[in-house]
């Protein structure tokens, strides 16, 4: 057997310094909750027992949202790709740009959506963002899903996508607008994005925030027929998604 084909695709575990970050919170704040809430009995301290319980709670917070970004990172975010990929309307020879497309969750999936088409992948390769990732983790997964030869993946700004206007059928873009630091650079973003789109080609964005600036931004440019779906609770944080074409 190809060994590639006895491998399986790895996408990743998202923001991982958050999910340690609350891990670590978890496992200092619950037990000192608690034994402070055990002190505060011996010792009749009311004011240390509130002091425990508040710990201990927020401990046990930080311990349920971190298992929510685990549920997220490997099954909810699969879900949200397919809900993704559904609210496109391909006919299988377009050209699709995945904007900030990571390990290739999103970009890979559309690939094997495009049997006659493309997929072009953009990132900056952020590690903060998600874990180990990399140009050669996208393009190793791309090849142990056996779409490798329709799929492009290179180095690239959303707020300068590196492709000239009017070049792509649709984009795509999952938890990645979001990282970039101000609103103004989101903005840009958008504003790029909708520049490399052809006209009548079609934009989904699916984030946890922002969306309603995304969808202002989107009108702003002269983008037609956009919505903002409800919350998606296949990821966490809970996500919606921006939908819209270019006349």
């Known amino acids: 057997m190809n060994r590639a084909k006895a491998q399986s695709a790895s996408y990743g575990l998202d923001a991982p310094g958050v999910l340690r970050g609350l891990l670590v919170a978890a496992a200092f704040l619950m037990p000192a909750g608690?034994?402070?809430?055990?002190r505060a009995?011996?010792?009749q301290f009311s004011w240390l027992n509130a002091l425990g319980s508040i710990a201990f709670n927020t401990g046990l917070g930080c311990l349920c949202g971190g298992a929510?970004?685990?549920y997220s990172s490997y099954f909810g975010k699969y879900r949200q790709r397919n809900s993704i990929l559904g609210r496109l309307r391909l006919r299988g020879d377009e050209t699709v740009l995945d904007v900030g497309c990571g390990r290739g969750l999103l970009l890979i999936g559309v690939a094997k959506l495009l049997p006659r088409g493309r997929a072009v992948g953009?990132?900056?390769?952020?590690?903060k963002d998600q874990f180990k990732n990399s140009r050669e983790a996208t393009l190793r997964n791309a090849e142990i899903e056996g779409v490798s030869?329709?799929?492009?993946v290179r180095d690239g700004d959303m707020r300068r996508i590196p492709f000239d206007d009017s070049n792509f059928?649709?984009?795509?873009?999952?938890f990645a607008i979001h990282n970039v630091p101000t609103r103004e650079e989101r903005r840009e973003a958008i504003r790029e994005i909708v520049r490399v789109l052809k006209p009548g080609g079609q934009v989904v964005l699916s984030d946890f925030k922002s969306t309603g600036l995304y969808a202002n931004e989107l009108g702003m440019e002269g983008m037609t027929r956009i919505e903002i779906s409800w919350p998606s609770f296949w990821t966490w944080p809970p996500s919606r998604t921006v939908t819209a074409r270019k006349p």
């Open 149 to 152: 030869g329709r799929v492009e």
């Open 41 to 43: 009995v011996s010792s």
């Open 122 to 127: 953009i990132d900056v390769w952020s590690q």
């Open 169 to 174: 059928d649709a984009a795509v873009a999952h």
């Open 34 to 38: 608690w034994i402070a809430s055990g």
């Open 68 to 70: 929510l970004m685990l």
